[in-house]
């Protein structure tokens, strides 16, 4: 009989013929049908939990979890009552001693009876302030450039145009720069900035200006973004994420290498090692880096830390799914472990040895616990018609999870013994979000070509607001001829 046919296929004309051949016969086909049965049930384990999981159990993003409320968080809830605290100094609109136009409001005649009041002192003066900025209008500024001839030598001698006039008319650098902004820093479709601007502005621009001054962007970008990953790889500590992207109706993969202060995007067709290679940035990294435990990273040789958010949330979702206390009792050790350190990084003193060693025989003990909740799958009954397979047992996902916190245990805990390390690699995926947001808003890319524009521009947006500049004081800078790198000088 064939053991990969459906049970519900099976005859009872069938079960009489391999009853008719004997015990043997009988006990094959019970092997069988127990192992379809087997399969049917891990299936449907599997169904269940990929059902069951959500933003909160797992790396899905906050928008697959549909319009169902949520109420879980992985935050520890503080004693402190939601909204503005007591000591929270506030902010408000002040009255300013400086202003740059004054309105004046006269009174003519009298409420009361009608009389003229045109002639009589003003007794006094009471003063509002509105806060508001002008109309905003095009301006066109039309540039001479005198021409003299040398009386002495005969030399014909013209005065220079500013960089940004190279034709005989143009856009301006900060028009340019709010193009270039709104689409890239805002995240808005290249239709919808044509209206604002036409809306805002009073000029109509198209499409293809647009692009035109994307391009010119990203071509004056290419020594800072280089510099930028130069100064990455210099780094001691890495955050590296991947995330997939639409690129011209196809599946490919952003990839991100970025710290407190820097941040540096990437995208190619593959997630692997080819494109974390032609990244050029782990390939020569010799820092600490942080990631989600992707495989493809770990072929690299410099040091390797785990992110613990993301052990918490599949902690949840084990405790959920499968109801193993263990799961619960880690969770509580990390976000124990998490809360020790952060009261000794802001005193600036490490963990206590026997702190430490408290911590690592719980760990043990915990994960012990978790062993013994989750032996080895059994191994599949032997048949005749079993082909023969070298490759691992599938395991379930909690014995999956245990054999990581287990083998990688140093990269697990590595941020309770250097202060440097975080709990966790949200740097990269808050930077990566961005990325995400700008596909739901605009859509896929086009072309690789657009995908690439988009991370350079986007990679130094992010920098700089990290080391607190004004991102559109910089494009209206590059757009005149003189990029500014957002990377600290040495002192």
Not at 115 to 128: G, I, N, T
Not at 187 to 195: F, G, W
Not at 453 to 466: A, Q, V, W
Request: charged share 25%; net charge negative; hydrophobic share 35%.
């Amino acid at each position: 009989m064939n053991e990969n046919r459906p049970i519900q296929e099976i005859s009872p004309e069938e079960i009489r013929a391999v009853y008719a051949r004997g015990e043997e016969a009988v006990i094959e086909l019970v092997f069988v049908l127990v192992e379809q049965i087997a399969k049917l049930e891990s299936r449907l384990t599997q169904v269940e939990g990929m059902l069951k999981k959500d933003s909160s159990n797992s790396s899905k993003p906050p928008t697959s979890d549909g319009f169902g409320k949520k109420t879980k968080s992985l935050r520890i809830k503080g004693e402190r009552k939601t909204g503005g605290q007591p000591e929270h100094p506030g902010s408000t609109l002040e009255w300013s001693s400086e202003v740059d136009v004054v309105v004046e409001h006269q009174v003519h005649e009298c409420d009361g009876c009608g009389a003229s009041l045109a002639q009589e002192p003003v007794e006094r003066v009471r003063a509002r302030q509105v806060h508001d900025i002008p109309p905003i209008e095009l301006r066109i500024y039309e540039h001479r450039a005198e021409v003299k001839n040398c009386p002495h030598c005969g030399v014909k001698n013209q005065a220079s145009f500013p960089a940004y006039a190279e034709s005989v008319a143009q856009y301006g650098p900060r028009l340019k720069s709010m193009m270039v902004y709104l689409m890239e820093g805002q995240l808005l479709p290249s239709a919808r900035t044509c209206e604002i601007l036409s809306d805002i502005v009073g000029v109509s621009v198209s499409e293809g200006t647009l692009f035109n001054n994307r391009s010119q962007c990203f071509e004056q970008l290419a020594p800072i973004a280089s510099t930028i990953q130069s100064e990455i790889v210099a780094s001691d500590v890495v955050h590296f994420d991947e995330t997939g992207m639409r690129v011209n109706g196809q599946l490919w993969w952003l990839h991100v290498a970025c710290t407190e202060g820097l941040t540096y995007y990437f995208v190619h067709s593959k997630r692997g090692g080819d494109a974390i290679d032609e990244m050029n940035i782990l390939p020569q990294f010799e820092g600490k880096a942080i990631h989600d435990g992707w495989k493809s990273y770990q072929n690299y040789d410099c040091e390797h830390f785990l992110c613990n958010a993301h052990h918490l949330r599949e902690l949840v979702f084990i405790s959920e799914h499968y109801q193993q206390a263990w799961a619960i009792q880690m969770l509580i050790l990390l976000c124990s472990i998490k809360s020790q350190v952060d009261e000794a990084r802001n005193h600036q003193t490490p963990l206590a040895p026997d702190l430490l060693s408290a911590f690592e025989t719980r760990y043990q003990t915990i994960l012990a616990q978790g062993f013994a909740a989750n032996p080895p799958p059994p191994p599949p009954p032997p048949t005749k018609h079993r082909r023969k397979s070298g490759g691992r047992q599938k395991q379930s996902p909690a014995r999956n999870l245990l054999h990581r916190l287990q083998n990688q245990q140093t990269s697990v805990l590595g941020f309770i013994y250097d202060f440097d390390v975080p709990f966790d690699n949200n740097q990269a995926e808050r930077d990566i979000r961005m990325v995400k947001l700008k596909q739901k808003i605009s859509g896929t890319f086009r072309s690789e070509t657009g995908a690439q524009m988009f991370c350079r521009i986007r990679g130094y947006i992010s920098t700089l607001r990290k080391q607190g500049f004004n991102v559109l004081d910089a494009f209206i800078s590059l757009f005149s001829g003189h990029p500014q790198s957002p990377i600290p000088q040495p002192e």
